[in-house]
């Protein structure tokens, strides 16, 4: 089943913060962030992984609540080029296969 | 080094003709993901190959979807009879197989069936 995303669309002034989060109603082992622009093809941020161990290579910040099944992906001090679709990614078990959210759509202005 | 790429990125065809969409993923890795993209919407998975092992193709949404995959390297994911419910972006994947890995996407094909 498809994670649900909240909120769907959010729009911020530069330097302000967001929070986007990524629910599912099965048990998750990993969770992964990405994000896309208009046009272009997902771009990796992060993976969470069941047991605290995170992997990413931008300047932002995740939560991973097993006992809720949910993931948080923090965007601090915006910058124009944050601005994108979000999705999160859920995987289960074993299974290499992720089951993507609908998406959270950012927009950052000046 | 290369990323993945496809072909070709845009691609207009009547309804009820057979398409095929290529994909080339980065070099050495070892599992490749199809997944379609509609309007405005999030990805949807089509199908999963990792090394020799039998495809995935739990996320095929009809027997018109077909996808192979020769000498573990380029896929090529095929539709027969197009309906105008295809139109979307085909997007692909690609790992290097161990599990809790980035997955690296082209830049996708986007399929107009009139």
């Known amino acids: 089943q498809q994670p649900v995303q909240s909120p769907q669309a959010v729009i911020l002034r530069e330097g302000e913060d967001a929070v986007i989060n990524c629910s599912s109603s099965?048990?998750?082992?990993?969770v992964h962030w990405y994000r896309q622009k208009h046009g272009e093809a997902p771009v990796f941020l992060m993976i969470?992984?069941?047991?605290?161990e995170q992997k990413g290579h931008e300047k932002i910040s995740a939560s991973f609540n097993e006992k809720k099944q949910q993931s948080s992906l923090y965007l601090t001090a915006s910058q124009l080029s944050y601005s994108g679709t979000y999705f999160c990614?859920?995987?289960?078990?074993?299974?290499?296969?992720?089951?993507f959210g609908s998406g959270t759509q950012l927009t950052v202005l000046p | 080094g290369a990323g993945v790429s496809q072909s070709p990125s845009n691609k207009v065809t009547e309804k009820g003709k057979d398409v095929e969409l290529r994909c080339d993923p980065i070099s050495g890795h070892t599992a490749l993901y199809w997944y379609r993209q509609s309007l405005g919407q999030g990805l949807e998975f089509l199908i999963y190959?990792?090394?020799?092992?039998?495809?995935?193709k739990s996320g095929l949404p009809s027997d018109r979807f077909s996808a192979e995959r020769t000498g573990g390297s380029v896929s090529t994911l095929t539709i027969q009879r197009t309906q105008q419910e295809d139109s979307a972006v085909y997007l692909c994947a690609s790992t290097t197989g161990r599990s809790n890995q980035p997955q690296h996407f082209g830049d996708g094909t986007r399929l107009s069936i009139l």
């Open positions: 190959f990792q090394g020799n092992s039998a495809p995935d």
């Open positions: 099965k048990a998750l082992y990993s």
């Open positions: 969470l992984l069941k047991g605290g």
């Open positions: 990614g859920t995987g289960s078990g074993s299974a290499r296969q992720l089951t």
